[in-house]
């Protein structure tokens, strides 16, 4: 796992989308001022969840967790619904 998020979207990326969407939709009625803030919320969570990979990254680095097993969980969480519904499995 790597935090210099090779994939994510540049500051100035984000701004060029952000505004793309807006001009695309019939009803543009924010004002300039809208739209920075929207983006400035949207950056806020971004950070926020770089901030979660980086804590998540640190937490596996120091050994905690492991590898998802996928099917495991498929198998648990269908065993949890047959059971709820009441069937058997």
Do not use: K
């Amino acid at each position: 796992m790597s935090t210099d998020f090779p994939l994510m979207p540049t500051d100035a990326q984000l701004l060029h989308d952000y505004l793309g969407r807006q001009l695309q939709e019939e009803n543009v009625t924010g004002t300039a001022a809208d739209v920075l803030a929207d983006l400035e919320s949207y950056s806020r969570q971004l950070e926020r969840l770089r901030s979660l990979v980086r804590e998540a990254e640190a937490s596996w680095n120091q050994g905690h967790g492991r590898v998802l097993d996928v099917e495991a969980l498929l198998e648990r969480v269908q065993r949890r619904f047959a059971a709820e519904r009441g069937e058997a499995t």
